[in-house]
């Protein structure tokens, strides 16, 4: 099982517009070969000295059955389109992407 945890550092305010462009993107990427799993998630209060709050971060957590189903979805057409559209409003994007041992 692969998992990934894609993070989007967004500017000011603009969380609720990445959210409603990536829930259309889910739909085609939830039918995807491969994909056990793909949802958004923003950060939760829970009082704890290390935690980091960012409201115009949102967290993409994904699980995907095999690398060949994660190249697969990362080459798709809706995920060029969707990158296009998010880019003026991203300031920064990271990638972890692991194997489960």
Not at 27 to 55: K, T
Request: proline share 3%.
């Amino acid at each position: 099982m692969i998992h990934v945890v894609a993070r989007f550092k967004l500017k000011r305010g603009m969380a609720p517009l990445f959210l409603r462009e990536f829930r259309d993107l889910a739909i085609l990427v939830r039918q995807e070969a491969g994909c056990v799993d793909y949802f958004p998630g923003q950060d939760v209060r829970m009082g704890l000295e290390s935690q980091n709050l960012d409201p115009d971060t949102v967290t993409v957590l994904e699980k995907w059955t095999s690398r060949r189903a994660l190249e697969s979805h990362l080459r798709a057409g809706h995920m060029r389109g969707f990158q296009e559209r998010i880019k003026d409003i991203v300031v920064e994007a990271s990638l972890t992407i692991v194997e489960e041992v």
